[in-house]
């Protein structure tokens, strides 16, 4: 699973999760973001955020649940 094939199955569910704009709000890109199987349904991804600087000003996490193409705030165990 990469970020381009979770940014496409969420595209009904949180469309503009990943626009231009939002990543550059954030200070972020595509390739920003990084993936952490947890199991067979869900992928938790990472990406920093960054100020207009460059300073790291936290960390964005969803978990992306493959059954219902979502991206959810809570972690599955």
């Known amino acids: 699973m990469t970020i381009y094939e979770i940014k496409e199955r969420t595209q009904k ?10 990543l550059k709000f954030f ?3 595509m ?5 952490h199987k947890i199991d067979a349904e869900h992928y938790e991804i990472t990406a920093p ?4 600087d460059g300073r790291n000003m936290g960390t964005t996490r969803r978990v992306f649940n493959a ?4 991206l959810e705030t809570t972690r599955h165990d």
């Open 31 to 35: 390739q920003s973001f990084k993936i």
């Open 27 to 29: 200070g972020q890109t």
């Open 67 to 70: 059954i219902t193409n979502e």
């Open 13 to 22: 569910s949180a469309p503009y999760f990943f626009t231009k704009n939002a």
């Open 49 to 52: 955020m960054k100020d207009k």
